[in-house]
């Protein structure tokens, strides 16, 4: 007597179609849909893979060069190698292309700073400092994309006054705004750079902050309770790691500010890169994690403390998921 189901057509649509009935929802898998679905997030896994490839090119070539001197290969040349630098120029271009919108979020924070200022007033001295240098940045990498694929001349010409003027015939301007190419991209990454510095005080002071918090906790007649001293844990770790993000853009950012370079070795580049990609996207995981880590607001501050001592907003820093590293690595 067999006590197998009968293949029916009913049973075999079971078997294919619905193979996927076998395996169970999974929460990272939601977790890495809900992230990557953001601009940012996407962003972020772009510049892992395209700093991964830049480490794996290298590599390839130099296998290929002691494979052709032990007679293993016609060509000191690897065809992998040739294939994956042009998927690495494709993303870093894509990444610099889907940042051509990046001024919004910029204009949305300074407003937003004005009416809701940070805990200190040198906090809102270095957001202004930071939101004015990225108001110089954008347009200028902007600027340097377009110009970079001939989609603007290398001379903008000056519109005279007559060309605001209806019915009247206009001449075409003399006058002309030079745009050089190597400039752009250098003065770009210079407002940068200024504002990675301005982002390691700025994590020096939310250090201090949390400290003063934590003593504060400490020295309660209750204590810190297991809640909060998790919070201060999760705020001290996100600190390190934004730490360690901004500590690998800065020798970046250098490098790519000056016409020479700092970093004679374009691996380190990479490195670096790869670095502050993997460390960005640690930041952003656990920031779209279901449970999201709490802010001052969901703090009750312990009676009679002052409000100069509440602690910075969660590294709620409107330009951590929109500062990414440019692709001038090419400068």
């Known amino acids: 007597m067999s006590f197998s189901k009968p293949l029916t057509l009913a049973r075999v649509e079971d078997l294919t179609l619905g193979a996927f009935s076998n395996i ?6 939601d977790h890495l849909v809900r992230f990557l679905s953001t601009w940012s997030g996407s962003d972020k896994l772009f510049m892992i893979i395209q700093y991964t490839v830049k480490l794996i090119v290298p590599f390839l070539q130099w296998r290929a060069r002691l494979q052709y001197g032990a007679g293993l290969r016609k060509a000191p040349v690897s065809p992998a190698a040739d294939r994956l630098a042009i998927l690495g120029n494709l993303i870093g271009d894509a990444r610099m ?61 000056l519109p005279s006054l007559t060309a605001f003027i209806p019915f009247v015939r206009t001449k075409p301007s003399d006058n002309h705004i030079p745009l050089d190419l190597g400039k752009l991209g250098l003065w770009s990454t210079r407002f940068w750079a200024a504002y990675v510095v301005l982002q390691l005080a700025h994590l020096q002071e939310d250090s201090k902050l949390l400290t003063a918090r934590e003593r504060t906790l400490n020295k309660s007649k209750t204590g810190a309770t297991a809640a909060e001293k998790e919070d201060i844990r999760k705020r001290r770790s996100a600190l390190w790691n934004e730490f360690i993000v901004n500590l690998a853009y800065l020798p970046l950012t250098i490098h790519w500010s000056t016409e020479k370079g700092i ?44 409000t100069e001592t509440k602690l910075a907003p969660y590294l709620d820093d409107p330009l951590k998921d929109v500062i990414t590293a440019p692709a001038l690595d090419e400068l």
């Open 24 to 29: 169970a929802p999974s929460q990272t898998l």
């Open 263 to 306: 970093i004679s070795n374009d691996v380190w580049v990479s490195v670096l890169g790869l670095i502050a990609g993997v460390a960005s996207w640690k930041s952003g995981w656990e920031a779209t994690a279901l449970t999201p880590a709490p802010t001052v607001g969901d703090i009750p501050l312990p009676a009679g403390e002052s």
């Open 97 to 157: 292309f889907f940042r051509i919108w990046g001024l919004l979020p910029i204009f949305q924070w300074l407003i937003a700073l004005e009416r809701n200022s940070p805990p200190t007033r040198w906090l809102r001295t270095i957001e202004r400092l930071q939101g004015w240098s990225m108001l110089a940045y954008y347009p200028l990498e902007h600027l340097y994309y377009l110009l970079s694929h001939s989609v603007i001349p290398n001379k903008l010409p």
